[in-house]
């Protein structure tokens, strides 16, 4: 079967530690890998007509060029910012800046750990916010930017 993607494309954005994913803490975070979420939101992207450009970094900066590079060339952006969830001001003003439409996921339920998890500096400035749900969160993630962008006519 071949997908359309003509609805654009979504940026699937991962921040530190997350091409750990598989063998870090997998009592939390699971046995999946980061190739597993990165093909399984890409499949979710396809179904709704999307293409997704995946960008995992433990660099702060990259992560800002990444988002920065979003505007012109993205419709959406999904981003687990990892531990910068919690830290980074440039990242919220980033995903500021560009404004388009974007979903924090988190894959462990952050409320259900340490206090310093429990802020974001992410949750005010995106659309909606999925955690605790696992690697399906980033499934959800992509159904919702589906959902709030423009349906194809
Ligand atoms: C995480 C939660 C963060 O607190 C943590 O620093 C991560 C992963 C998650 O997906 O559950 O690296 O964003």
Known sequence: MTATTDRG????????????????EPGIYGSSSLADVEELATAAAARHG???RCVQSNHEGVLLDAIHAARGTAVGIVIN?????????????????VALPAVEVHIS??????????HSYLSPVVDAVIVGAGIHGYELAV??????LPQPS
């Not at 910012?81 to 800046?97: I, P, R």
């Open 9 to 24: 494309t979504l940026l699937i954005l991962n921040g530190p530690n997350l091409n750990l994913l598989g063998t870090r």
């Open 109 to 118: 339920n952050v409320h259900k750990r340490e206090g310093f998890r429990h």
């Open 143 to 148: 159904d919702q930017l589906a959902h709030l």
């Open 50 to 52: 999307f293409a997704a």
């Open 81 to 97: 910012a990892g531990a910068y969830t919690h830290t980074s001001v440039a990242l919220a003003d980033a995903l500021s800046g």
